[in-house]
């Protein structure tokens, strides 16, 4: 069974433009999360989109935003670079399973695309 | 929100046990997880474990946590060299797909 895929991996711009990050999820999997990793903040929590719907949101400026397809397939965008946005981010899928909170849904994580803004 | 904290650094000799500590806050969290991360790659699931129980065996890995202290520990027995990464500790209690991490311990294995 194939892995999390994330494309690019690794990607420069500069201040001010925007960019597009691609996330597939394992096949089945419906709920995608994206993930910020710096060295400061470490790992923060973005958004979370299920069946193309956001479910959660962190504390993110609306420069990122995100979308999810009916494959799943899940894109996140930063519009308006800044420096602080050079990090690694990552996305992860898990199997929904009906049921409620107490069963145990595990969440595999892509290499990452490492963005660096200059 | 959910506030996760663990010790940022470890250092063992090979074949030593390691114990990485984590405390957390909201005690609505539902599962705890532990995380490796090795250089340039993503994160990779070590272990977890429900808020119900105490403890957890893995082969090498033995999770312990206490509700009542909100604290998580990992150990690693046999430390071998390849164990060397950081090591992330995260909850669930912001969210059912939602986790929130610590800062990550990086542990070091000397030979």
């Known amino acids: 069974k194939a892995g999390v895929t994330q494309t690019p991996r690794y990607l420069i711009k500069t201040r001010g433009q925007q960019v597009t990050l691609s996330c597939s999820p394992i096949?089945?999997?419906?709920?995608v999360s994206w993930y910020q990793q710096t060295p400061g903040q470490g790992l923060q929590f973005l958004f979370e989109?299920?069946?193309?719907?956001?479910?959660n949101k962190g504390n993110f400026p609306g420069r990122f935003s995100g979308r999810q397809f009916s494959n799943s397939r899940s894109e996140m965008n930063v519009s308006t670079l800044e420096l602080g946005d050079s990090a690694l981010y990552l996305c992860?899928?898990?199997?929904?399973?009906?049921?409620?909170?107490?069963?145990?849904?595990?969440?595999?994580f892509g290499p990452g695309t490492r963005l660096t803004v200059l | 929100g959910e506030d996760v904290e663990q010790s940022l650094f470890l250092s063992v000799r090979e074949g030593d046990s390691s114990v990485i500590n984590c405390t957390y806050t909201?005690?609505?969290?539902?599962?705890l997880y532990w995380y490796k991360q090795e250089p340039g790659a993503g994160l990779q699931l070590l272990t977890y474990?429900?808020?119900?129980?105490d403890m957890k065996q893995d082969q090498r890995l033995t999770v312990l946590l206490n509700k009542k202290d909100k604290h998580l520990s990992l150990r690693i027995a046999d430390t071998q060299t390849g164990d060397s990464a950081i090591y992330f500790c995260?909850?669930?209690?912001?969210?059912?797909?939602?986790?929130?991490f610590g800062k990550g311990t990086m542990l070091l294995v000397s030979p």
């Open positions: 096949s089945g999997h419906r709920s």
């Open positions: 989109y299920f069946s193309e719907t956001q479910r």
């Open positions: 995260a909850a669930d209690g912001s969210g059912y797909s939602t986790l929130t």
């Open positions: 909201d005690s609505s969290s539902t599962y």
């Open positions: 992860a899928s898990s199997l929904e399973v009906v049921g409620g909170r107490d069963t145990y849904n595990e969440q595999f």
């Open positions: 474990i429900f808020s119900n129980m």
